[in-house]
């Protein structure tokens, strides 16, 4: 199993090529996919505000979901608290803390390309 980050999962989708070569390997080798329902609001408001363009379907995001083969993840009390408890160096954006918090209440890697993250080594992470 692996979770992955917002903007992971995006360009996974969109097959744009921003992608290292692990991380698309793990992707396509991995046949438990998941996001956090935090990564559904972050693209969802994304979209909403026009920072990503995907066309006139307002539910992209579940049809995108759904073809890809991704479970999401909500976000329980047990990750709400995992999130919370996050030591530093782990930043302050709580969507950030949410996703990692799924990744360590799954046991799951998190694949990602944000530096602080995999810096912090709080959880596995794949890039």
Known sequence: MIVLDSHTYLW???NDGQ???KARTAIDNESERVVSAMTVYELAFAIARGRIDVGSDPNWVERSLHRAGVVVEPVSAAIARAAARLKEPMHGDPADRIIVATALELGAALVTRDERIRR???VETIW
């Open 120 to 122: 912090n080594k709080l």
């Open 19 to 21: 992608l290292s070569r």
């Open 12 to 14: 996974a989708v969109l």
